[in-house]
């Protein structure tokens, strides 16, 4: 009778296996892998099912009390083993991705250096770098690489500068892309670029494990990212490089350099934008209007805040049939010194496309409460946006006056505060519900418990966070080993998502899919986004765009043991 599972040909044995968490399998291995495998006497007799392994590691997990000792514990078992680890936490989604990303992973970042056990994925540090290529080749082995995730850790999630503790977002965001991506674990590598940090707290801080130098900028900063890219182009030159967390600056200036000669992609910035646009198509649904209707107050104009309102201009110029400029005019962004309009000094090139005339203004700035420049209030009162969207890490900047003028002048509010994690949220979306009586429609970055509506049902707020899309859009550009990721593949990928919104049958239904939901509903982001990438031929897979769903289906990485047979030239 043929086996069901896979059969891998292994060239490992003993305690080398059971140390190796890409193959150990615990108490699972079968009597006869123990025999064949040397490891009789190393387990214990009775051998277990993946089921009772999940089920002894979930009532493990149940003993740490509180959740960065649940976050500490899974990267143990991550250590140990992938096919537990990810079966775990797959069971468990909504339960458990807050405790390996965001909430919780800020918390483990920021204190990378006191929690540190093991090192993972690849460090790479700017006054070593003589030896880059050496260090990539070693700790890739011979693996060919589809995806490589990196952060340079200067603008991590809401918190900032966190130097070499950037390992643990790059380590995170590669995690989510196997759960909810179906990308093979073994295929991808979490990097940190250790270029120093201006953060004072680690650099005074005896315990720090990164480089204790200021961070390097400029032209040394931009040689080290061009080598870098020089040896992920020259060896592995099919995968999808991921950014992740970098300054707003050199974020944007790294797309822009090199994303049209390799596959790149900005989650901050494509992802961000990407899945706020599914969400606000999903909300201009239930109001039942359209993108070009629209007046967008965007909060923090970094790089979620630029990616969101470039996505959502895109998006509206290719529907709606608007010019670019017209549909400029719908966007008013704010940073620290208020409203972005043309006197304000030292605009950032990027976001010039949207700054507002002075002239419109004036008597707002004559008659304003804030010192210096317009004000989030001032400005919703002046304008009465129909979408206020933050990403500032300004925590509870939405006040209730501005949530509540913001309601006087719309039926339904669309309000999304994004920042993470939870703390900084602009808003707590129970607020905001109860602040507009329930008109709002509501999503944020991190995930909230539900409001109630004034009939005392719950109203799901949907999470609006990246994680919810990038897998898709990182998964179809690798099946279809896209050489570049382009702009309507990610809104083929948006549209997708937008159209599984649960609000398009049930109004008083969260925006986006439930999390719980990711890995089916990534898969069809990914579908659409392999679609696209042969359709506009920048795929180099010959596929028919009829063939995707069955090749993307075959290409998913499951977390089930294999059956193993040992062989001395098999898999490491
Ligand atoms: N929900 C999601 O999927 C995502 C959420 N985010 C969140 O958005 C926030 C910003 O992230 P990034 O754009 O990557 O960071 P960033 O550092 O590039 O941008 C933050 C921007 O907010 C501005 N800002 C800071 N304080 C402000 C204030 N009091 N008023 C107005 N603006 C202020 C900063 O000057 C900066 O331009 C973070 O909390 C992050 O976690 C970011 C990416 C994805
Ligand atoms: C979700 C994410 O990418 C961020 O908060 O930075
Ligand atoms: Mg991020």
Redesign the pocket.
């Known amino acids: 009778m043929l086996s069901k599972n896979p059969v891998f040909r292994v060239a490992l044995r003993g305690e080398t296996l059971l140390t190796s968490p890409r193959w150990n399998k615990g108490t699972a291995f079968t009597n006869k892998e123990r025999k064949e495998l040397g490891l009789t006497g190393r387990l214990p007799h009775r051998v277990n099912t993946l089921d009772e392994q999940c089920q002894r590691a979930y009532d493990q997990l149940q003993m740490h009390e509180n959740a960065i000792r649940k976050n500490t514990f899974l990267q143990s078992m991550k250590d140990q083993n992938w096919v537990l680890y990810y079966s775990l936490i797959s069971r468990h989604l909504r339960e458990l991705v807050p405790i390996i ?2 909430p919780t992973e800020a918390e483990a970042i920021s204190n990378y250096s006191h929690l540190f056990r093991r090192s993972e994925g690849l460090y790479l540090t700017i006054s070593d770098q003589g030896t880059m290529e050496e260090d990539l080749l070693e700790q890739t082995k011979g693996r060919n690489l589809d995806l490589i995730v990196c952060s340079d850790a200067e ?4 918190i900032g500068d966190q130097g070499v503790g950037g390992i643990g ?1 790059s380590a995170a ?1 590669s995690v989510i892309y196997t759960l909810i991506g179906g990308i093979d674990p073994h295929k991808s590598l979490p990097v940190v670029l250790d270029v120093g940090t201006d953060n004072e707290q680690l650099l005074s801080d005896s315990l720090y494990v990164g480089w204790p130098h200021k961070r390097v900028r400029g032209k040394e900063y931009d040689e080290f990212i061009d080598k870098f890219v020089g040896l992920v182009r020259k060896h592995f030159p099919n995968s999808l490089l991921h950014f ?2 970098f300054g707003v600056k050199n974020a944007h200036s790294i797309l822009q350099r090199y994303r049209d000669v390799h596959s790149v992609f900005n ?2 910035i494509q ?2 934008g990407a899945v706020t646009l599914a969400c606000t198509m999903a909300a201009i649904g239930v109001t039942k209007s359209k993108l070009s209707d629209q007046r967008f107050v965007i909060y923090g104009a970094g ?2 805040g630029l990616g969101i309102a470039v996505q959502l201009r895109d998006a509206m110029v290719s529907t709606d049939n608007v010019s670019e400029e017209e549909a400029n005019r719908k966007f008013y962004l704010l940073d620290k010194q208020g409203l972005i309009k043309q006197s304000l000094p030292d605009i950032r090139e990027d976001l010039k496309p949207f700054v507002r005339p002075d002239e419109e203004w004036d008597s707002v700035a004559r008659n304003s409460s804030s010192e210096g420049g317009i004000g989030l209030l001032d400005v919703v009162k002046h304008i009465k946006p129909t979408v206020l969207i933050g ?1 500032s890490t300004h925590g509870g900047a939405f006040t209730k006056e501005v949530v509540q003028s913001m309601a006087e002048g719309c039926e339904r509010p669309i309000i999304f505060p ?4 939870s703390n900084l949220v602009e808003v707590d979306p129970r607020d905001a519900n109860e602040w507009t009586e329930g008109k709002a429609l509501l999503a944020t ?2 995930p909230f418990p539900p409001a109630k509506m004034p009939n005392g049902k719950d109203y799901i707020i949907a999470e609006c ?3 919810l899309i ?1 897998p898709g859009l990182g998964f179809g550009s690798m099946i279809s080993e896209s050489r570049r990721m382009t702009d309507t593949m990610i809104i083929a990928g948006a549209r997708r998502l937008a159209a599984l919104s649960p609000a398009l049958k049930d109004p008083d239904a969260a925006l986006l899919p439930d999390f719980g939901d990711a890995p089916e509903v990534n898969f069809e982001v990914g579908v659409a986004v392999a679609e696209q990438a042969i359709e506009e031929g920048v795929a180099s897979v010959k596929w028919k765009k009829e063939e995707v769903r069955d090749r993307a289906r075959e290409r998913v990485w499951k977390p089930v043991y294999g059956e193993y047979v040992f062989d001395e030239n098999g898999q490491k």
């Open positions: 990303y965001t603008a991590i999630l809401g977002i965001k992740e967390d989650d901050d992802g961000t790089s979620a990403c994004l920042s993470n994690p970055g991190s966070n990246n994680a990038y």
